[in-house]
């Protein structure tokens, strides 16, 4: 292999302008409707504690490995996951067919951003049904008449949809690099703030211990072989990897930066926020008798209550959803940019082109999604409704074999001097304990879920 070739290999869409625009674009593609409305709704239908135990081993012991997996070859590649895969894969093992995987990653992120900006259509109705007070003193069943009618409307969802896309595709065409380092520093922050003072409403609530219990008090009894699947689709959707978002983004990342200590502080900060919004959400529920296994609904159903019932609630309210709204709009365009950059980089698109392109595609399929919540809702095949079935199959399957391959590729098919040079040249104590765990510890537990959903093991 010609390393000076790969040394001289650079970004075709300009670099992070440091280690922090990095952990910063990195977040912002984290931190997003994963923390705050999957999350609490997965942990709810899955019984809590022990989900949520299993949940925090995956995303540390498997998420972690594969998100440094990602980042590595997207650096040492350069370019879209289907051009970088290729590349490794010639250069480590005269192979070009990895190029599969990085495919395989671009349709997951097609079908991933086609519900994920439905939902986020919705927080941007949730602004408006804010700021118009339609939460002030409401009881559960004005909350929950609020979004029944709201998804019940396909026209209404469909729209919001639209104007998601729209954001979001404005943005990929301006390129990723501006504006967005600038505005996670703002969003994060203010958005942890927030639930922090939840966090202090959530715990007069009268219920919280009660929360605390349930998220926290691991009945292993309770845990089915598709819990445990859930748990590591979840793992893998929050931390962003397994579909080559992360690979894009390493993409952009400067040569001496470490990945490591980005990596890390990006998946403490993503499971922090997490696991705040869902001691802010259970205590609620359980507070106002709902169930917290009611599924997609869940966070629009509860956090409202709350809000209802606080001094300036209707404010808090609408800036909670305005600041959610952002954090999807800032994970959404880390779904949608490998597919952008493979359009420009192989099919000589300009960036805005691919990015109507893409954009278009997901924006049609998103129809699927919002029918799915209005009058397809009573449509069942194989996992159920339509939303069902693509948040199953993207988030249940196609992230974890993603993932698999990705981090078999780095563990066994790069070779050692390749790791280590993007890792930790000095390849210490740290590197070998990921090597280790990139080699056998997630692909052999990747496996054992996925055999185990299946029934084989
Ligand atoms: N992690 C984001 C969230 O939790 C969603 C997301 C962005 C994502 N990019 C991704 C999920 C890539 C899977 C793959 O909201």
């Given at each position: 292999m010609n390393q000076s070739a790969v040394e001289r290999r650079r970004s075709l869409h300009g670099e992070w302008t440091s280690r922090l625009g990095f952990i910063l674009a990195l977040a912002g593609s984290a931190v997003g409707l994963g923390n705050i409305w999957r999350f609490p709704y997965l942990a709810g239908e899955n019984g809590g504690g022990a989900f949520v135990l299993v949940y925090l081993l995956f995303v540390f012991g498997i998420g972690l490995p594969i998100m440094l997996a990602e980042v590595l070859i997207g650096r040492r590649g350069r370019r879209n996951p289907v051009t970088t895969m290729q590349l490794l894969g010639e250069e480590e093992?005269?192979?070009?067919?990895?190029r599969v995987v990085g495919g395989l990653g671009v349709v997951t992120g097609f079908l991933i951003l086609s519900f994920y900006s439905v939902i986020a259509g919705w927080t941007l109705a949730y602004i408006i049904e804010s700021a118009s007070g339609a939460f002030t003193d409401a009881g559960a069943e004005t909350v929950g008449a609020v979004f029944n009618s709201l998804v019940g409307n396909e026209l209404v969802t469909g729209a919001w949809h639209t104007l998601f896309m729209v954001l979001t595709v404005g943005v990929v065409v301006l390129g990723v690099e501006q504006g967005l380092e600038r505005a996670v520093r703002i969003i994060m922050p203010a958005l942890i703030a927030l639930l922090l003072v939840l966090l202090g409403y959530s715990m007069t609530s009268g219920s919280f211990l009660e929360g605390v219990e349930f998220l926290f008090e691991p009945r292993f009894d309770e845990l089915s072989a598709n819990a445990i699947l859930d748990a590591l689709g979840q793992a893998f959707f929050t931390l962003s990897v397994g579909m080559g978002a992360v690979m894009t983004y390493g993409a952009y990342?400067?040569?001496?930066?470490?990945i490591p200590r980005s990596c890390f502080a990006v998946a403490a900060v993503d499971t922090s926020v997490a696991l705040l919004a869902g001691l802010v959400i259970f205590p609620i529920v359980f507070a106002n008798g709902l169930d917290p296994a009611s599924g997609p609904g869940l966070v629009f159903q509860s956090l409202p209550l709350a809000f209802g019932q606080m001094p300036g609630g209707a404010f808090v309210a609408t800036l909670f959803f305005v600041l959610l709204t952002f954090a999807a709009w800032t994970s959404a365009i880390s779904l949608m940019e490998p597919a952008v950059a493979y359009f420009m980089e192989t099919r000589g698109f300009d960036r805005p082109r691919a990015a109507l392109l893409v954009g278009g595609t997901i924006w049609l399929l998103g129809f699927l999604t919002v029918m799915s919540f209005g009058a397809w809702s009573e449509a069942r095949f194989w996992k159920g409704t339509w939303f069902d079935n693509i948040d199953f199959l993207s988030n249940n399957v196609f992230l974890p074999l993603g993932g698999l391959a990705i981090v078999v590729f780095a563990g066994w098919i790069m070779a050692h001097n390749s790791t280590a040079d993007e890792l930790d040249p000095q390849a210490g104590r740290g590197y070998r304990v990921w090597r280790w765990t990139a080699r056998y510890v997630a692909p052999v537990a990747v496996a054992l879920v996925l055999l185990n959903a299946v029934g084989i093991f």
């Open positions: 093992a005269g192979s070009s067919g990895w990342l400067p040569e001496n930066e470490s």
